[in-house]
């Protein structure tokens, strides 16, 4: 069956539609945005659960020493490949960010943790509405085999500052696998390099006043290799994230009522 319909609709030059099920057909892109170093064991299995429908996959290379890119493309030979230059999994996110086409974004690890089939859910909350789908393993229907209590504790903490001082409502936080509207990119001005990447995007979305939808997401160990992620280190990283944006924001607030108190003193309108 062809992945492609073209609804008919007399008189109108219609639009390619990508069937996703029996259900539901989309017509925007959708680009599937893959960081990975020395991850040739595992994208086998990441590849094999991505749906056919997608538009484009973007691995960016971190540099690795094995045959990541023999590998991918090998698994997909339209595969787009992208060498990252600097380091760090924010650097490598927002290179394939940058490199990627389509108008729908899907965030997707490389350590075969995410189930590709979980993307029809994000993607259908995305043409539902939303600005912004945000992966949670601890939304109703989520869940995950990977984290120790000590990484659960420090996300439940650090989920519940963002909530307090943002206003969110978020049941996870420092989770990779999101989707959103290549729009967000605008609103969102990502600048940082490491893994509280996730985070900063959290916090931004909210603050850009985007409709962000959780999606209950179930997280797999590791298939091979050793993660680096640190989570003391990390942690910390995130918190630091956390307390810079606070900052930004009261500044933001304190600047927007200095110059409202200036008009009013000179007698001009708001």
Same mark, same amino acid.
């Given at each position: 069956?062809?992945?492609?319909?073209?609804?008919?609709?007399?008189?109108? *030059?219609?639009?390619?539609?990508?069937?996703?099920?029996?259900?539901?057909?989309?017509?925007?892109?959708?680009?599937?945005?893959?960081?990975?170093?020395?991850?040739?064991?595992?994208?086998?299995?990441?590849?094999?659960?991505?749906?056919?429908?997608?538009?484009?996959?973007?691995?960016? *290379?971190?540099?690795?020493? *094995?045959?990541?890119?023999?590998?991918?493309?090998?698994?997909?030979?339209?595969?787009?490949?992208?060498?990252?230059?600097?380091? =760090?999994?924010?650097?490598?996110?927002?290179? #394939?960010?940058?490199?990627? @086409?389509? *108008?729908?974004?899907?965030?997707?690890?490389?350590?075969?943790?995410?189930?590709?089939?979980?993307?029809?859910?994000?993607?259908?909350?995305?043409?539902? #509405?939303?600005?912004?789908?945000?992966?949670?393993?601890?939304?109703? #229907?989520? =869940?995950?085999?990977?984290?120790?209590?000590?990484?659960?504790?420090?996300?439940?903490?650090?989920?519940?500052?963002?909530?307090?001082?943002? =206003?969110?409502?978020?049941?996870?936080?420092?989770?990779?696998?999101?989707?959103?509207?290549?729009?967000?990119?605008?609103?969102?001005?990502?600048?940082?390099?490491?893994?509280?990447?996730?985070?900063?995007?959290?916090?931004?979305?909210?603050?850009? =006043?985007?409709?962000?939808?959780?999606?209950?997401?179930?997280?797999?160990?590791?298939?091979?290799?050793?993660?680096?992620?640190?989570?003391?280190?990390?942690?910390?990283?995130?918190?630091?994230?956390?307390?810079?944006?606070?900052?930004?924001?009261?500044?933001?607030?304190?600047? @927007?009522?200095?110059?409202?108190?200036?008009?009013? #003193?000179?007698?001009?309108?708001?």
């Amino acid at each position: 069956m062809s992945s492609s319909v073209r609804p008919a609709i007399p008189g109108k *030059d219609a639009l390619p539609y990508r069937l996703i099920s029996t259900h539901l057909a989309i017509a925007p892109p959708v680009s599937v945005v893959i960081p990975a170093m020395n991850e040739a064991e595992n994208l086998p299995y990441v590849f094999k659960t991505l749906p056919d429908w997608i538009h484009e996959v973007v691995l960016v *290379d971190g540099n690795s020493t *094995d045959d990541t890119v023999r590998v991918a493309r090998e698994l997909r030979p339209d595969v787009k490949v992208v060498k990252q230059r600097g380091t =760090g999994k924010g650097d490598a996110l927002i290179t #394939g960010f940058a490199a990627s @086409t389509g *108008d729908i974004i899907v965030m997707v690890d490389a350590d075969g943790s995410a189930d590709g089939e979980e993307i029809v859910s994000y993607v259908s909350a995305l043409v539902s #509405g939303a600005d912004f789908a945000k992966g949670s393993r601890f939304a109703n #229907g989520g =869940g995950t085999d990977d984290m120790t209590p000590i990484r659960k504790l420090g996300n439940h903490v650090l989920c519940a500052v963002v909530n307090a001082k943002f =206003g969110a409502r978020y049941t996870d936080l420092c989770y990779g696998y999101n989707a959103f509207w290549r729009h967000c990119l605008d609103q969102i001005d990502l600048d940082c390099t490491g893994f509280e990447v996730e985070t900063l995007m959290n916090i931004r979305v909210v603050k850009a =006043g985007l409709k962000v939808q959780e999606i209950p997401s179930h997280e797999y160990l590791r298939i091979h290799g050793t993660s680096n992620l640190r989570a003391v280190r990390d942690g910390l990283r995130v918190l630091r994230v956390i307390l810079k944006e606070r900052s930004s924001r009261r500044a933001l607030r304190l600047r @927007t009522r200095t110059a409202a108190e200036l008009r009013a #003193g000179r007698g001009v309108a708001p």
